[in-house]
């Protein structure tokens, strides 16, 4: 595809640099910004350059926060010794939105992905261990994506907990809440099956 | 959705500001954003600035251009008595990849549609009636979506031309190369039977 001008071509390049944008994607994104005044075209610019350069993690948890302690390690009403393992920020604010859980999470950052080249190594692994031990956790709960990569790293985070007494879970695997069951894959129906609830 | 950091919250209302890219995408593009070095988040927030501030449009035919006549403009190989008249830098881009068309361009800016408050004086008409009467034009070739937008904008600038002794044309309407006959709606199919080519 040829560009009528270097600016746009740049942006293009760059935009089509994000997870799901194409090159023709880009290219309708970039025309749109055209069409925004010179400040909102600023601002978007400004908060991309900003977002990365400000950023501060949770020195606990690891998540995103604007403080040294993200708002919820620093809420004394929560239970300490829950913990719940994510992959990243996206997670904690899906499972905050179900206002059902009242312990503390642990960011990793990631999900151990051989191919991506991504091992535990590169993970807040160690720092959850010595989370575990410190606040005398009662319960850790591995709450990943239902993948390869999830079951992954919980296997590995497993064995390393293993002698520290806590009890380890996962969420459930099961039928969507408003999943037609005819519609279900068999793994996820198998699994429905062997994990199913006792009612009465 | 609340957000674990103001920084994140801004970029997450920037991002979501883009076309087809909603608050769940935008917080994803975020993230992909803080893995991303300094440098390049930095690249990135630069390019669209620059972009909507550096920006220079064709004197001629209002293509996004880097001088003052546009690349295609300025190609004294191309036929000036034949103007495609189109919404966009993208049909520029598309319609020039097909390698067909020897002509000009002319891009409007956008369509006449009411329902946005855009009206035939937002668009860049004028010079191309303007352009018509200039290059002595014999022929202008209307390259618009297939919607009422297009329909309307087409039937406006006809309206205009029409004195002129310009002949006026309009893309064929009809079957998708590779599509299947069955899966064509009734109107396509309809105006591809009205619009049939003769063979022999």
């Known amino acids: 595809m040829e560009y009528p001008s270097k600016a746009i071509k740049d942006a293009v390049d760059e ?10 994607t880009a290219l309708r994104l970039a025309l749109h910004i055209l069409k925004k005044t010179e400040e909102e075209a600023e601002r978007l610019g400004t908060s991309i350059v900003s977002l990365r350069k400000n950023i501060q993690y949770c020195t606990s948890c690891h998540n995103i926060s604007d403080d040294a302690l993200c708002n919820i390690c620093n809420n004394n009403r929560r239970n300490t010794q829950l913990i719940c393992v994510v992959e990243d920020t996206k997670d904690v604010i899906a499972l905050e939105s179900t206002a059902q859980f009242n312990g503390l999470y642990h960011v990793l950052g990631g999900l151990v992905n051989p191919l991506q080249g991504i091992g535990p190594g590169q993970l807040n692994i160690d720092s959850l261990i010595e989370r575990v031990k410190e606040q005398d956790a009662k319960e ?17 985070i497993t064995k390393k907990l293993k002698n520290l007494g806590v009890r380890i879970s996962n969420i459930a695997r099961g039928i969507p809440v408003g999943m037609d069951l005819e519609f279900t894959d068999e793994i996820t129906l198998a699994r429905s099956l062997i994990n199913r609830t006792v009612v009465e």
Do not use: M
């Not at 935009?15 to 023709?24: D, F, N």
């Not at 850790?140 to 590995?156: K, Q």
């Open 15 to 24: 935009l089509a640099s994000l997870p799901g944008i194409g090159r023709k």
């Open 140 to 156: 850790v709960i591995f709450a990943f994506s239902a993948n390869i990569e999830g079951d992954t790293t919980a296997f590995y």
